[in-house]
């Protein structure tokens, strides 16, 4: 009697997630950014870029030339993360909010964008100088929401921060699509300028509190903190410790707070915060947990100083999200046959899942990959096949890295100014 194997259940990963958020305050982006990306951490290898950016350029000039090109910081962020093979993923833009999701190119068969979705609240909700931008997608098959959002600013409009808090949550229900609620997402990860304030204290106090790194009395009146002590959903979502100074309000090209005539009493404007999904309670006495194989961990929270550009100082949080894959095959499967040389077409193997929904829509893309490797010579040049699905709006299949052989009398690869690069 032959031996029958069980079947394989698929291994538990971890994700490393960066997440950025800064109010730039109608600036360009500055000449270095490596410090907030984390470029020079070499213990850090990242899997997922996650950036928010409130208060861009909206001027009707500027919206009308970021309509026909990309905008600056999206084009400075693809310039910098694209030689260390990560591709935009999904991004979203509402007047001055913009939203960027990259990933390893590795990554991108199992990240499946739902749906993007702005939300204005300015203006009696119809003007997107306030609000929300969000991007629903499914990761490894579990359901992730991103959202950036851009709070009423002052000490007096706390209530119209929790009401505008509560109107951008209402409103991400897709009920023509096949999306749940965004309070049955695995995971939701919210961050921005939102605004909130302390409380009682006078400016003389607590800026000699931030002098002397005496933060657990600010914490204490933090507008934020104190709504998350008294509304049950709002306490659901979780955030790291605030261990670093108020991140607004400062003298531009300074790290001076705010001198001008208004003198604005500094503030944790600008946070980051997420919500695992909860499990039915098994009992009364039973605690709810987030769901099974699916778990995130704050390794790191704090704010980045050196930048000064703005009158807020970027925040930027890193994860460890740990989860069992409930997709572990791509859709798709991608071969080049035979030896691939510039002389010959390029033949391709595909297999298609039984469930895949294609479309004559569907394209399949050669990329040339960037190899960061010192051991690997700059001239062995490899490539990738990408199969992107029109009905699902994302890449579902991806060839391992392949060689294409140049032609023995060009001494320059004609495809090097060609091929879109990763």
């Not at 996650?50 to 999206?74: K, R, Y």
């Not at 929300?132 to 119209?160: E, R, T, W």
């Not at 961990?297 to 925040?315: E, G």
Request: glycine content about 4%; aromatic content about 12%.
């Amino acid at each position: 009697m032959a031996a029958t194997n069980p079947r394989t259940e698929p291994r538990s990963r971890t994700l490393s997630i960066h997440i950025v958020t800064w109010n730039v305050a109608s600036a360009a982006p500055p000449p270095d950014l490596s410090d907030l990306l984390q470029l020079n951490n070499l213990n850090l290898n990242l899997d997922i870029y996650v950036i928010g950016l409130q208060e861009m350029n909206c001027g009707i000039m500027s919206l009308l030339s970021d309509t026909a090109f990309e905008d600056p910081w999206s084009s400075f962020f693809m310039d910098v993360l694209s030689p260390l093979s990560f591709v935009k993923v999904s991004s979203v833009r509402m007047q001055g909010l913009l939203l960027l999701i990259f990933a390893k190119y590795q990554h991108l068969p199992f990240i499946q964008i739902l749906s993007t979705k702005s939300t204005p609240t300015g203006l009696f909700g119809y003007w997107g100088n306030k609000g929300g931008v969000n991007i629903f997608l499914k990761l490894y098959g579990y359901y992730v929401s991103i959202i950036n959002c851009h709070l009423p600013p002052h000490m007096a409009n706390n209530d119209q921060r929790l009401e505008h808090f509560d109107r951008i949550l209402e409103m991400q229900n897709f009920e023509a699509q096949d999306i749940p609620n965004i309070l049955d997402h695995d995971l939701i990860l919210w961050f921005g300028d939102m605004n909130f304030r302390i409380e009682d204290f006078g400016l003389h106090f607590v800026r000699e509190s931030i002098k002397n790194q005496f933060y657990s009395d600010l914490w204490e009146k933090d507008q934020l903190s104190i709504a998350k002590r008294h509304d049950l959903l709002l306490r659901e979502f979780q955030e790291g410790p605030l261990l670093f100074p108020p991140t607004y309000k400062f003298d531009k090209n300074s790290n001076t707070y705010d001198t001008s005539e208004k003198k604005r009493k500094p503030a944790w404007t600008d946070r980051i915060l997420w919500r695992l999904k909860r499990q039915p309670q098994g009992g009364f006495h039973t605690p709810r947990l987030s769901a099974p194989h699916f778990s995130l961990f704050l390794r790191s929270y704090v704010s980045h100083m050196m930048y000064s550009i703005s009158d807020h100082k970027p925040v930027t949080a890193t994860f460890e999200l740990e989860l069992k894959p409930l997709v572990s095959a791509p859709l798709i499967t991608l071969l080049p046959e035979g030896l691939c040389t510039m002389e010959n077409d390029l033949l391709i193997s595909y297999f298609l899942t039984t469930d895949f929904p294609s479309s004559p829509w569907d394209w399949i893309g050669l990329y040339k990959v960037y190899i960061n490797i010192s051991d690997i010579p700059e001239t062995e040049e490899q490539f990738l096949l990408f199969y992107y699905s029109n009905n699902l709006h994302s890449v579902v299949g991806i060839s391992k890295p392949f060689k294409i052989q140049p032609r023995s009398f060009f001494q320059e690869d004609p495809l090097d100014a060609a091929q879109p690069q990763i």
